[in-house]
């Protein structure tokens, strides 16, 4: 599922596949009671007459919140919406890859989960 890299005695990187990452923050979340709405796609925000924020999906429900924070992603429906200016991601390049092997000799031993 994970490993990390110890440098100098220190860990100082973590690897960890993405999926079980995301079921490990959302199994969190749940276990804290907080509930999670699958299925709902952001459309619009306004700021609540009363302080706070109230996000509209696209089918037609409402929430309404102290704060609001945008979690989605690099076409952020959020962002679109608070910063209309914005002029959108720029592709950057590639600039790193990697992948999972198994029977190669590394200098240094992979620490498991
Ligand atoms: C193939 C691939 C491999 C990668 N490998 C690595 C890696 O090995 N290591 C690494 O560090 N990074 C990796 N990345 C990059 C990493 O996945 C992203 O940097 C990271 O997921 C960004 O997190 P985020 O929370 O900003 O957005 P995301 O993880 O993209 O999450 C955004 C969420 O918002 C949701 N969403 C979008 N629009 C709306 C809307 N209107 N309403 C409601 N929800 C919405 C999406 O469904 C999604 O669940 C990889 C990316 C890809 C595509």
Redesign the pocket.
């Given at each position: 599922m994970g490993g990390g890299v110890l440098v100098g005695g220190g860990l100082k990187s973590v690897?960890i596949k993405?999926v079980p990452l995301g079921n490990i923050l959302s199994d969190e979340v749940e276990r804290q009671g907080i509930p999670i709405l699958r299925g709902?796609?952001?459309?619009d925000i306004k700021a609540a007459a009363e302080g706070g924020a109230v996000a509209t999906?696209q089918d037609g429900t409402s929430v309404s919140g102290d704060y609001l924070i945008g979690?989605?992603?690099?076409?952020?429906?959020t962002r679109q919406i608070i910063d209309p200016g914005f002029q959108g991601p720029a592709f950057t390049g590639l600039i790193n890859s990697?992948g999972y092997t198994s029977g190669v000799e590394v200098p240094s031993e992979p620490v498991k989960e």
């Open positions: 690897f993405r709902k796609k952001l459309e999906f979690c989605d992603g690099v076409h952020s429906r990697g």
